[in-house]
């Protein structure tokens, strides 16, 4: 039988693929794909480089190059100039992508509160907080590998 941990990882990988469905349906929803509603909201706060919101994404630099580009298409976004480095501009929302970003984010905080709703506040408290220790771990052990 396999220990707990190894089921815990499982149900991990589970969850996230049934957010990730989740989610592009949500997107979809609002004439985006997850990838670009999530280039949007690294980008929300503050203007922010290719590569800055490829670490924050954990994902590959070409992989939201690729997506910005679509972004700026679209004109959910623009690139500005960046004082500290010039061949690496900040991808900034425009007003439409920050319409974009509201009106996707409401969508899925509506869903998840209806979906959810049988689950008590204090169990999902202590489980976000469950999930908190766990990244905190994860990150420890990528740092003294060196994979981060």
């Known amino acids: 039988m396999p220990d707990e941990t190894a089921l815990l990882v499982a149900d991990v990988f589970e969850a996230a693929g049934a957010l990730r469905r989740l989610g592009e349906q949500t997107a ?3 004439g ?3 990838a670009r509603w999530q280039v949007l909201s690294v980008a929300s706060e503050q203007a922010i480089t290719v590569p800055q919101a490829a670490r924050r994404l954990g994902v590959s630099r070409q992989n939201v190059q690729r997506v910005a580009n679509d972004l700026v298409a679209l004109r959910l976004a623009a ?5 500290d480095h010039r061949g690496s501009p900040r991808l900034a929302l425009t ?8 009106r996707v984010t409401a969508r899925a905080e509506r869903l998840h509160r ?3 709703a049988a689950i008590p506040d204090e169990e999902i408290r202590a489980t976000r907080a469950s999930l908190r220790r ?5 990150d420890r052990h990528e740092a003294k590998s060196g994979k981060r």
């Open 114 to 116: 209806t979906l959810f």
């Open 28 to 30: 979809a929803a609002e």
């Open 134 to 138: 766990m990244l905190t771990e994860l």
């Open 79 to 83: 690139y500005e100039s960046n004082p």
């Open 95 to 102: 007003p439409r992508g920050k319409q974009s970003l509201t």
């Open 32 to 34: 985006l794909t997850q």
